[in-house]
Structures are given as C-alpha cells and as structure tokens.
C-alpha cells in the first residue's frame, strides 16, 4: 500500500541543538514530498517538499530536508533548534488513485523543543 | 490573497442534527478537499474536488455530502451529525487537479473547524 510512516510520536530536543523528525514512505513511482507544520489551534503551514533534483531540500523556518532513495526516508531537520519550533509535524507524499492522486499524510510528531 | 477561509472555526451540534462547513479559496485553484484530523491519525480524505461540478470521495466519506458549483466554494455538509464525526475539519485547495501538475503543486490548508457532536 501506498503510505508515510512517521515513527515517532513526539520528539524532545533542546534548544540549540540539532533536531531531526523521521518520515519513511512507500509509493509506486516517483516519489512527491512533503512537509508541514500545525501550531496549536491553527491550519497546516507548508514547510517544504521534493519533488526532483537535489536531495536537500531547503524550507521555511531554517527546516530542512534529505530525501533519500535508498532508505525511502525524508527525514525534517534543522541545525538549531529553537522553543518556538514546538509543534505537530506531519509528512506526506502523493498517491496515485483511480483518478488522480492524492495527498496522505502521516500521523503526526510532536516537537517539543525546551530551555 | 485571503488565502483558504472557513467557517464556523468552532460548532457544538447534538446528534441528529445537520450543518455545512463553508470553505472558500481565492486563488482560482482547481482542486479543494476536505479532510478531518483526529488524534493519532493524522488526516484523512473526507471529499475532493477537481472543479465545478466534480467531486469525488477520499477515505472517510460516509456520512458527509460535498458540492462544489463555483470554483471558489466548497462546502461541506453533514446530514445528521453523530459523535463519531466529533473532529477537527480542515478544507484545502491546490492549484492544478490533473496532470503532472497536481502531484508537485503545494496544498494550502484553512484554519479549520473544531466540531463536538454531543
């Protein structure tokens, strides 16, 4: 079947320090990525995506990306963390459906980012 | 651009009873979707839609009817609204339905509507 996996349920980081948020996905095809971040109470804000070509990808925020073929991974990271990063992060990739595509997300990591 | 609106963002309903979830874009986009987010499932496809006049289920359509007769609008209506439909509702919209396109356009998402079905 064609998904994203997102093993981790929640993420604690300091801040300052490095952060990294998995995403492994499995579709038939090209892969298209995506990332996106929810602050409380709010909508879903793009962060970034691959689509071809480089394999770090560059965001919003100082977010980046590494999309990796052979591990079927794009794993979120950022050099320095910071308390305002703290949110729900989600993955996401295009499907192929009987009459288009789709986006399927993944069920979320929460970051949280402390003093 | 206001981007994705919709309204209520918040809405208390007792079961049995019905309501439409307004969304509208103003980006001429082609493609607009529903989905619910519930906690630790992520987000699932409720309706789509890749222009006036069609649309199309995802996932999770039972109990949730959609049109779409503008590009702009697309509104989502729950007949008789029960607690399993307790959630979050967030409407999107991307810029191409078909083609190439619709796989690397980027979807922009409402601020949502938190919705309690009592």
């Known amino acids: 079947a064609q998904s994203v996996a997102q093993p981790e349920d929640q993420v604690n980081v300091a801040e300052g320090n490095p952060l990294t948020v998995k995403c492994t996905y499995s579709?038939?095809?090209?892969?298209?990525l995506f990332w996106y971040v929810q602050y409380p109470n709010r909508g879903l804000q793009f962060l970034l995506k691959y689509i071809t070509g480089d394999n770090l990808v560059k965001g919003s925020y100082g977010f980046e990306a590494e999309f990796n073929k052979s591990q079927t991974s794009f794993h979120l990271k950022k050099p320095s963390a910071l308390v305002s990063d703290s949110a729900l992060y989600f993955c996401a990739v295009r499907v192929i459906t009987g009459g288009g595509n789709k986006l399927t997300f993944g069920t979320g990591t929460q970051l949280k980012v402390e003093l | 651009n206001a981007g994705v609106t919709q309204t209520p963002k918040f809405q208390v309903l007792k079961t049995g009873q019905s309501m439409t979830l307004q969304c509208a874009q103003d980006?001429?986009?082609?493609?607009m979707s529903w989905y619910r987010q519930d906690p630790g499932m992520g987000l699932r496809l409720i309706h789509y839609s890749v222009g006036a006049g069609i649309t199309d289920q995802g996932e999770v359509p039972n109990g949730y009817n959609v049109s779409r007769s503008t590009t702009e609008d697309f509104p989502l209506r729950l007949l008789s609204a029960a607690p399993s439909q307790t959630s979050v509702y967030f409407c999107a919209s991307s810029y191409a339905a078909t083609g190439y396109q619709s796989f690397t356009d980027t979807q922009y998402f409402g601020p949502g509507t938190r919705l309690t079905v009592l």
């Open positions: 980006m001429n986009h082609e493609y």
């Open positions: 579709v038939s095809g090209n892969p298209y």
